[in-house]
């Protein structure tokens, strides 16, 4: 999968840019930050963004440059979603849920992999691969080469991930964190750059059918001793809204949030899973 991105990024511009857009909704779309005159200027990466399960519904619409692009990213994308249910199983069990509750509540799901390439960059020191932000989804499971770039935020300080040859990063998002009624809380993160190696990273992000709506789960939510701490939202507008939003970081989050959040936080803080 790897290579095969690889090999997409190395096409030349007119190849690529057949797939251009400006619409965050698009099947399909390519974007750059390197020659660009849209928000977010100082990101230093091309993009790759496409849907994946349910894959019939956007297979045909893949690159087909490489060749054999679109097998090796079905068979991909069809594992990592089984190992994304696994994981929401989990999850689901570890907050009292039934096993099968996260998943039954994607309904048919939305898969979204989004395939980053960082070139050297010669001032690393000014830019951002990609700015600090949270994912819309439930889980995203990131594939990495063996360069470092991703970092995360804990207690106001960015903590470098550095890569394990052979592991996956797994982070929640903001699905999980409405979910799970605060109980989770989704991964603020960002990229950097360097001025010797190109990085490529591969992020699989899940979350439910695009018409769903989404809100804590009722078990989860009491009104006087756990009250919901987020309005429901259909989730094609919240992804719409936080893919758009100039504002990074997770304040997307906040136009879902409810007037309990600001009372409750702490207290959700202290029993939330590690």
Known sequence: MLKSVEGFFSLTWEE??????????????????????????????????????????????????????????????????????????AIAEGL?????????????GCQIVASNYYPPCPEPHLTLGLSAHSDHGGLTILMQNDVDGLQVRYNDTWIPVHHVTGTLVVNIGDYLEILSNG??????????????KTRISIAVGHGPDLNSIIAPARALVDEKDEPPLYKPIVYRDYMRCQ????????????????????????????SSPQ
């Open 16 to 89: 690529k840019t057949k797939y251009a857009s400006d619409d965050v909704m698009n099947p399909v779309r390519y974007g750059t930050s390197l020659n660009t005159s849209k928000p977010h200027v100082l990101h230093w990466r091309d993009y790759l963004r496409h849907f994946g399960h349910p894959i019939e519904s956007s297979f045909h619409l893949w690159p087909d440059n490489p060749s054999n692009y679109r097998e090796v990213a079905k068979k991909y994308l069809e594992d990592v979603w089984k190992l994304a249910m696994k994981i929401s199983s």
């Open 96 to 108: 009292g849920l039934e096993n099968d509750y996260i998943e039954k509540s994607l309904g048919e």
């Open 183 to 196: 109980r989770y809380k989704s991964v603020e993160h960002r990229a950097v750059v360097n001025e010797d």
């Open 243 to 270: 893919q758009s939003c100039a504002v990074r970081g997770k304040e997307p989050l906040g136009i879902v949030k409810t007037n309990a959040s600001s009372t409750s936080s702490s207290s959700l803080e202290i």
